[in-house]
């Protein structure tokens, strides 16, 4: 982990030299809260809402999807941006839901085990494995 202003920052699975916090550092202060299959996802996201005057405070795994929570920088922010940067998440939010957050391969979201994670059929069976062992 990294620190930053006050905040620890894990870095990311798939990003060992850590590039996606380095690329936006402006964008991100908050830590990830998410399993390393959906680095490029949320690197893909960055991105698209680096053009645009937010900083993320959470990103995490909820429900099976990502989950963005951000905060625009100054107070003058018109409705036409404020819609533009909330469908920018939402798109990337509903795109997390088919993407196994283990590995990054194509998933479905799954609610077999004790709580919603979206997986591939391979990480699905190796968690389906370790519950039936405990």
């Not at 920052?9 to 850590?18: A, G, L, V």
């Amino acid at each position: 982990m990294i620190k930053k202003g006050g905040v620890f920052i894990n870095k990311f699975k798939s990003d060992p030299d850590n590039k996606i916090m380095k690329n936006y550092k402006t964008l991100i202060s908050t830590f990830r809260e998410f399993k390393g299959g959906w680095d490029d996802l949320f690197d893909d996201l960055c991105k698209e809402l680096s053009q645009y005057n937010v900083e993320i405070v959470q990103a995490k795994e909820k429900h099976g999807k990502l989950c963005i929570h951000y905060v625009f920088v100054n107070d003058n922010i018109d409705e036409k941006t404020s819609k533009e940067v909330a469908d920018i998440t939402s798109k990337w939010e509903n795109k997390s839901s088919h993407i196994c957050e283990y590995c990054g391969s194509l998933g479905n979201i799954r609610t077999e085990q004790h709580y919603i994670q979206c997986l591939c059929d391979k990480c699905f069976c190796k968690i389906q494995k370790f519950y039936q062992r405990g």
